[in-house]
């Protein structure tokens, strides 16, 4: 009973777990650091002592000892739908069995936020960064300008020499969707946004790009909004559109939110879709494909841009270069019974 006491009462070492799993100090430190660098027998053995003896590794003492972190910051905009926890899923199937262990901010698509969470992760040295997008605020450059640990920029493109990215050209992809709803033959292709956020502002642009060289573009048919997105917003969007400019065949949302929103109005309204109104959507959320009618949308590859990031910052991590700076995974447009 005692030494039971003795022993919770104490902090259990590495050296104990080193002792229990028959193995030097040095060898129990790698294999839960660096587990990639020992023999799968000797990373069981000391994964069961960490088990048996309840160890918690000293994340601040263990930087010290090794000289580096095992931490990975990744600061994504939004965890409210499947877009970034399809994301942040593949980055821990990749980070977690190579010993890293990641701290995750929200920034709310807010500047200030994004600058409050790279000053308060930054502040505990990780060993790399993954972050949503290139725009940042003069604050929050400023921040990154003193990092000099690797970074992996996730959801866009860059043809900057010193970036290391991996996404899709949301412009491209905007622009995508929109030439295949006027080859279907809609003529009046509305656009309606929410948030507004630098890659919703892309796909604006694509938008528009395509409305302008078919011969379409009407400035009237975008209703941009900076609100939160949400399926109830979705609805209410529709009804402005149908309100201001009866005309429009088609509405192409900004994301599958907004669209969903649109879908259950329509039906509310007793609008048939695509018959009278055709209705597409961006990212393919799960629900997407069993709505009535199926939404139409733009598949984005949100699972494979988290696991290449998180595979690419794993490289730099290493001294390794990786094969390529910048990954263009693309995009498909999806078309179902809404458009």
């Avoid at 080859?183 to 796909?203: I, K, N, W």
């Avoid at 490289?315 to 999806?334: H, N, T």
């Amino acid at each position: 009973m005692t030494t039971r006491r003795r022993r919770s009462a104490e902090r259990v070492t590495l050296s104990d777990v080193a002792r229990n799993a028959g193995c030097s100090l040095m060898s129990a430190s790698r294999a839960l650091s660096q587990p990639e660098l020992v023999s799968d027998a000797l990373r069981e053995r000391v994964e069961q002592a960490v088990k048996a003896l309840g160890y918690v590794p000293h994340p601040a003492a263990r930087s010290l000892a090794s000289s580096r972190s095992n931490l990975v910051a990744v600061i994504i905009p939004s965890l409210s739908n499947a877009v970034f926890v399809d994301t942040v899923e593949a980055i821990q199937r990749v980070l977690m069995p190579a010993g890293y262990e990641m701290m995750i901010g929200v920034s709310h698509y807010r500047p200030e936020e994004d600058e409050r969470l790279l000053r308060a992760y930054l502040a505990h040295q990780p060993a790399g960064l993954l972050l949503t997008g290139f725009e940042r605020s003069e604050a929050a450059r400023a921040v990154l300008a003193s990092y000099t640990a690797p970074r992996v920029t996730l959801m866009e493109l860059s043809d900057q020499a010193d970036s290391y990215c991996v996404g899709f050209s949301q412009l491209q992809a905007g622009a995508a969707m929109t030439r295949t709803l006027l080859e279907r033959g809609y003529r009046h292709v509305a656009f309606a946004a929410a948030q507004l956020d630098p890659r919703t502002l892309q796909r604006a642009e694509g938008y528009r790009q395509a409305m302008r060289q078919a011969g379409r573009y009407e400035p009237t048919l975008e209703l941009l909004t900076p609100q939160l997105s949400s399926i109830g917003l979705g609805a209410e969007l529709l009804d402005r559109l149908l309100a201001q400019h009866p005309q429009i065949d088609a509405v192409f949302f900004n994301n599958d939110d907004l669209a969903l929103g649109a879908l259950f109005r329509a039906h509310q309204l007793g609008l048939e879709v695509p018959g009278r109104l055709a209705i597409a959507g961006f990212n393919d959320l799960p629900a997407a494909a069993w709505m009535h009618p199926a939404l139409s949308t733009v598949r984005t590859r949100r699972g494979e841009i988290g696991e290449l990031a998180a595979q690419m910052l794993l490289s730099l991590m290493r001294g390794q270069q990786p094969a390529e700076r910048c990954i263009d995974v693309g995009f498909e447009v999806v078309m179902r019974d809404s458009a």
